[in-house]
């Protein structure tokens, strides 16, 4: 005989007629090929009870003909359930019972089509839910609370913690649901629940410099198309104010690496000593290493070249290229990693108190924050294997431990 696993309609229906015709569970194990046990099973777990009235009748006890006492309750040591072989035994329903109609008993009734539906919604019900233990809810809550407060992203947690065991998709979907409330975690615990406003296409007319020319995004291709072995570094600048103050940032692509300086003056001067602090810092040979070439967008700050190009000592130290005008995407890598920025320094935010200490702070901990791009590891981890710890301190990057990185507003203000 074959063991129940799934049983269709019309098995189901067959079961019911068999039963009215009074044939036993082995018989219809026998017709549908079934193990008798899982047929009644299959009866006991699906049949429905149908109470009696007991208006007349609130009691009913197997003695109470033979009793002498008129008043029936039970609490009486005398009292004992009524029973009934074709219901409790075989085949454990009234279907087809001759005396159902006179029966004082409470009934049970096998209906296929209700069984068959009930069965199709726990077989739905059981695919659903949480798949998880208490104890893993309570060590899964209980690390990520404090690292989501810090700002870390959910990637950045699973990277960082991987006895967690647990994918990131699942992880959104359980805070999601609500999985993790009694940690404090919920939707608006994840960075990426925020109600960004709508970018609306108004743009600035803004007349092109003539000194752009030999230095404009076409000729940026064709330079690195003939120096193949060279990676632009992009500079941008952020700031909440046009008052100031200014954090000029650049961004190396291949290591997702970033350092900034702080300005009070939006001016190619003021921007250009930034450049002359990390060449004083990092010596001649290393700073062309790095800084070899520079990609940038068209702001006022950035327009005097050669400011940028040429040296304290006159010598040409770089070269210097800018995108296509109200093209931020042609520098893309700077511009998504002004992301991490953003949570540490929100639109909005004065930035008056702001030093360059604090400044050196906030990149050290983006710059050790693990990227998926990366494999899960940080650009601190990645820059360093090329060039040393000593020269990412010379740019104002230290490490920071994985589970003390913050990315919130608290870090620096």
């Excluded at 839910?129 to 992203?153: A, F, H, M, V, Y």
């Excluded at 000729?219 to 941008?236: G, K």
Aim: glycine share 6%; net charge positive; hydrophobic share 30%.
């Amino acid at each position: 005989m074959k063991k129940i696993h799934h049983l269709t309609l019309q098995e189901r229906q067959a079961i019911q007629t068999a039963i009215e015709e009074g044939k036993t569970k082995a018989e219809i194990g026998r017709l549908l090929g079934k193990d008798p046990c899982g047929i009644s099973r299959e009866i006991i777990k699906h049949r429905e009870v149908k109470e009696r009235n007991t208006y007349n009748r609130p009691i009913l006890c197997a003695k109470r003909k033979d009793c002498k006492i008129r008043k029936c309750f039970r609490s009486c040591k005398e009292f004992e359930e009524p029973a009934c072989v074709r219901r409790d035994r075989l085949p454990g329903v009234c279907n087809g019972c001759e005396k159902r109609t006179k029966c004082p008993l409470d009934k049970y009734f096998y209906h296929a089509a209700r069984a068959d539906s009930r069965y199709r919604e726990e077989l739905v019900s059981c695919r659903e839910g949480i798949n998880i233990e208490q104890s893993d809810r309570n060590l899964i809550g209980e690390t990520i609370s404090p690292l989501l407060k810090q700002g870390q992203s959910v990637y950045q947690i699973l990277s960082n913690h991987p006895e967690l065991q647990i994918s990131d998709r699942t992880l959104y979907r359980y805070i999601e649901t609500g999985v993790f409330r009694k940690f404090g975690v919920n939707n608006f615990s994840l960075k990426e629940q925020v109600n960004r406003k709508q970018f609306q296409e108004k743009y600035k007319k803004r007349k092109e410099p003539a000194n752009y020319n030999g230095r404009k995004y076409a000729d940026y291709l064709e330079f690195i198309q003939q120096n193949p072995d060279i990676t632009a570094v992009e500079m941008d600048t952020v700031y909440n104010q046009q008052s100031g103050p200014y954090i000029q940032t650049f961004m190396f692509p291949g290591m997702q690496f970033m350092v900034g300086r702080l300005h009070f003056e939006k001016t190619s001067e003021s921007m250009s000593s930034a450049l002359n602090h990390y060449q004083g810092q990092l010596g001649d040979a290393l700073f062309s290493k790095l800084f070899k070439l520079l990609l940038t967008d068209r702001g006022s700050e950035f327009e005097k070249a050669n400011l940028f190009e040429i040296g304290v000592d006159g010598k040409q130290r770089l070269n210097i290229f800018y995108c296509d005008a109200m093209q931020s995407a042609q520098k893309p890598h700077v511009e998504n990693n002004h992301n991490f920025v953003r949570d540490v320094i929100p639109n909005g935010k004065p930035l008056d108190r702001l030093t360059q200490d604090s400044v050196n702070i906030m990149f050290s901990h983006i710059n050790s924050t693990p990227r998926r791009a990366l494999h899960g590891k940080t650009p601190y981890e990645l820059f360093t294997f090329y060039f040393g710890n000593c020269v990412a301190e010379k740019l104002g990057i230290i490490e920071i431990q994985k589970d003390d990185v913050i990315l919130k507003p608290s870090l620096i203000f």
